[in-house]
């Protein structure tokens, strides 16, 4: 509660930042039969956490718990396109965890000439408003 008697907003926000998979990923028949590094930032919101006031990690999301069912998931499939990935990794997490939202934005490094990456940044929320 703000100083005034209002009710303050508060979000807090759990991040995982250049989360680097290597996974089969493409349209083209060469990328069919390689394995190709995509990079994930995901950026997940937290409900009313009190995590900060409890120190204890069941108020939160556990950033390695995510990292670890994404990276597993990202290797054990194979997509055509990374808008299908990237709608998956959004249901996977938002079901698996406690998270209002997420922002995920994944890339595709060196798959175009001359450009550091590609890409792609979905929101998604369970309410389905992003």
Do not use: C, W
């Not at 394995?35 to 950026?43: F, R, Y």
Request: proline share 2%; hydrophobic share 40%.
């Amino acid at each position: 509660m703000a100083d005034d008697g209002t009710q303050l907003m508060a979000k807090d926000i759990i991040f995982i930042e250049g989360l680097e998979i290597e996974t089969i990923i493409g349209v083209y028949e060469h990328e069919r039969d390689i394995k190709q590094k995509v990079v994930l930032d995901i950026e997940m919101t937290l409900p009313e956490s009190n995590a900060s006031s409890s120190d204890d990690l069941r108020h939160t999301v556990d950033y390695d718990a995510v990292s670890k069912l994404v990276t597993s998931y990202v290797i054990d499939t194979q997509y055509q396109l990374i808008e299908s990935l990237a709608e998956q990794v959004a249901s996977l997490v938002l079901g698996a965890f406690a998270t209002d939202s997420l922002k995920l934005k994944l890339s595709k490094p060196g798959a175009v000439k001359n450009a550091k990456s590609v890409g792609l940044i979905i929101l998604r929320s369970v309410d389905g408003n992003p």
